[in-house]
């Protein structure tokens, strides 16, 4: 009996071991790579568009269900999250029909190679005419790093104080709420 019960335990060992080199292969493809990382331009993020009316945005599972957006922009606001793999938010306008206005992300995508955790060095390098503007450090915590449309596009990096890292990045600018 215990020599059924060795043989079980190095066939069950044998299946993991294939199933886990199988997985890692498939996770180094370059495939793989660039399917999570969505690109930013000053038009959107990824298949997510400036302009788009949320009932697009839905019907291509690209955001969740529409809800109460900032309390400040008014009874009328409203906003979505963005669905895996990116992680943020859209904002819509408040006319019908509801269209993006600004789209917020902390995570999944890249503008030109510059992504979440990036330095200024790499913004600046990505974004050479990139202005700061150090406005909101005391109050969020955050300096925003602004590239002008002559630059690449409308889009803001807000980037950590203490730890000098991007955390979030919107197109055109990064609104705030609290």
């Known amino acids: 009996m215990l020599r059924s019960h060795r043989r079980t335990a190095a066939a069950a060992l044998a299946l993991a071991a294939g199933a886990l080199a199988t997985v890692s292969a498939s996770a180094l493809t370059p495939r ?4 999570t990382a969505k690109k930013i331009t000053a038009a959107g993020v990824g298949d997510v568009k400036l302009g788009m009316t949320y009932a697009q945005l839905r019907a291509k599972g690209l955001v969740g269900t529409i ?17 895996s793999p990116l992680r943020g938010g859209v904002d819509f306008t408040q006319t019908t029909p509801r269209r993006a206005a600004t789209i ?51 889009l803001q990096f807000g980037v950590d104080t203490t ?5 979030i990045i919107a197109v055109p600018a990064i609104p705030f709420c609290d």
């Not at 730890?163 to 955390?167: A, M, P, Q, Y």
């Open 163 to 167: 730890t000098k890292k991007v955390t």
């Open 32 to 35: 793989a790579v660039t399917v």
């Open 67 to 83: 809800g109460r957006g900032c309390e400040l922009a008014g009874p009328q606001a409203r906003a979505a999250r963005l669905r």
């Open 104 to 154: 917020s992300v902390t995570r999944g995508a890249t503008a030109r190679g510059a992504g979440i955790g990036a330095t200024v060095a790499r913004i600046k390098q990505a974004y050479p005419k990139v202005v700061a503007d150090h406005s909101t450090d005391a109050t969020f915590g955050l300096t925003l790093y602004k590239v002008p449309r002559s630059g690449g596009g409308r």
